[in-house]
């Protein structure tokens, strides 16, 4: 059951990818600014409104006679207290709180989920939410000193996003604004933006809003999670807007993966400023090697990236099992194309047959499509580059362990033309590559090597990937 649901998943992501173009959904400015203008919230504002107590209440008259003579030295007016253990209304799927204090009316909601690590998270980032934003009302003596916070939320895989809507209130006028928080429920943490998207996804989503804004990260402050993707708030020039973007695009620049139901960490917490290396391994997967490599792998904290052939992968129980493997060990699997033909003699029909059939063979194993491609024999040409539909990955450190065929030269092939950005050439499928690994992989941390996927290197090294470029290490 699993198995067909994942296929149709990929079936869905392979439909998709061929409409890619449409696959940005822009929306109206009428859907602009949800939690700003639209009808829903207005009500909820309104429902809220009748709940809260009235902000402001005329002093009650004190006879002159009564006040006394000498006039105290006023005491700084105190900020509003919080209770949190008061007026919680429990309706189902959240928490809701309703005060009055110091001049300032204020509700509050937020959701309830069932994981308890979770829900401890998120009720103290709303309460911080809340104290934050009534110290701002300090001193507010209008008659329209209101603030509500209420929220929506969306899922995404292994994410659980949250985006509190702020709306502010004083004589001035009201204000709105929109803070996101996300949680990553495997690893039981609070993710920041920082975390999540590298800089140079703004771009990209400014790219797909395409009315000349920035593609900064202060302009999209404001995002939901959804399970059919990235959804960003930006304001340009008094116009409030949002943009979809799907995971599909937005991978090559998130630190998490996020394709169907299937959701990986695939970048790794590393020290941006120590080397790293990248190992690949090509013509696989092997039914002893490759789960002897991962081993290695696993025991040295080290990922890599797996170049494997779409109709190898799929030849028996055991080879299917060592891709997957792969991808759940949090190692990278990438396409080596199906069959490793030298794509650049092929036909175009030809051609698309090999890109596609490995993505979907490896699709249908991992649940994600491989996010590059490595020609057979790094050959290509510009219809190679145009119909692959990713970025490119060869090499500029080649192992020669196909050659070599020994496990000591190849050590000593490594070590000698190792350097920070490269990227190894290497075959799991022979029994000799993967005991050099095996010894190579202290030798190079003890050297302060990080090893890591081609992936996590492009990441770290702020290299943007485009479809159709060819990559040979992170610096050319
Ligand atoms: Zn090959």
């Known amino acids: 059951m699993k ?13 998709l990818t061929f409409f890619i173009i449409e696959q940005i959904s822009r929306l109206s400015d009428a859907d602009a600014y ?65 005060a009055y204090g110091q001049g300032v009316a204020y509700g509050l909601r937020y959701p309830v989920y069932e994981d308890n690590a979770m829900q401890a998270a998120v009720q103290s980032a709303a309460e911080a939410l809340l104290t934050k934003e009534l110290e701002s009302f300090a001193g507010c003596e209008g008659t329209e000193c209101k603030l509500l916070i ?90 409030e807007g949002s943009v979809i973007v799907s995971y599909l695009e937005l991978h090559t620049y998130m630190a998490v993966t996020i394709n169907g139901n299937v959701v990986a960490d695939s970048i790794r ?11 690949t391994f090509d013509d696989g997967p092997h039914y002893q090697q490759t789960p002897r490599l991962l081993e290695i792998l696993e025991k040295n904290d080290a990922r890599a990236t797996f170049f494997v052939l779409g109709d190898r992968a799929f030849w028996d129980e055991s080879n299917k099992r060592a891709v997957k493997m792969v991808s759940d060990s949090g190692n990278e699997v990438a396409s080596h194309t199906y069959s490793h033909k030298d794509l650049a003699t092929l036909s175009l029909e030809k051609l698309t047959e090999e890109i596609v059939k490995a993505r979907d063979n490896i699709c249908a194993l991992t649940g994600e499509y491989p996010t590059f491609v490595r020609p057979p024999y790094g050959s290509y040409d510009d219809e190679v580059k145009a119909y692959s539909y990713a970025p490119l990955i060869t090499w500029n450190l080649d192992s020669k362990d196909w050659s070599f065929r020994n496990k000591d030269q190849i050590v000593e092939q490594v070590l000698a033309e190792a350097g920070d950005g490269k990227i190894i050439l290497m075959h799991d499928i022979y029994e000799f590559t993967v005991s050099a690994v095996e010894v190579l992989l202290p030798k190079l941390i003890e050297e302060g090597y990080q090893i890591v996927t081609v992936r996590e290197l492009f990441y770290y090294k702020d290299v943007e990937l485009e479809n159709g470029k060819v990559y040979h290490s992170s610096y050319n």
């Open 150 to 239: 209420d929220y929506e939320d969306g899922e995404a895989g292994q994410l659980q996003s949250v985006l509190f809507r702020i709306e502010r209130e004083t004589d001035d006028g009201k204000e709105y604004t929109a803070i996101p928080w996300v949680y990553n429920k495997k690893k039981g943490e609070v993710v920041d933006a920082e975390t999540l998207f590298a800089d140079r996804a703004y771009i990209y989503i400014a790219e797909q809003v395409s009315n000349g804004i920035t593609g900064s990260r202060e302009n999209f402050v404001s995002y939901l999670l959804t399970a059919d993707g990235a959804k960003f708030f930006y304001e340009m020039d008094g116009e």
């Open 34 to 98: 949800a939690y700003a203008n639209a009808g829903n919230v207005d009500d909820v504002a309104d429902a809220w409104r009748e709940q809260v107590p009235e902000a402001t209440k005329a002093p009650e008259k004190v006879e002159p006679s009564l006040m006394p003579t000498e006039q105290p030295t006023p005491l700084p007016t105190p900020l509003p207290t919080v209770t949190f253990t008061t007026q919680y209304a429990h309706t189902g799927e959240m928490k809701e709180l309703y």
């Open 3 to 15: 198995r067909v649901l994942l296929a149709s998943s990929c079936v869905l992501m392979l439909v």
């Open 269 to 279: 917490e590393l020290d941006p400023d120590k080397p790293m290396i990248a190992f």
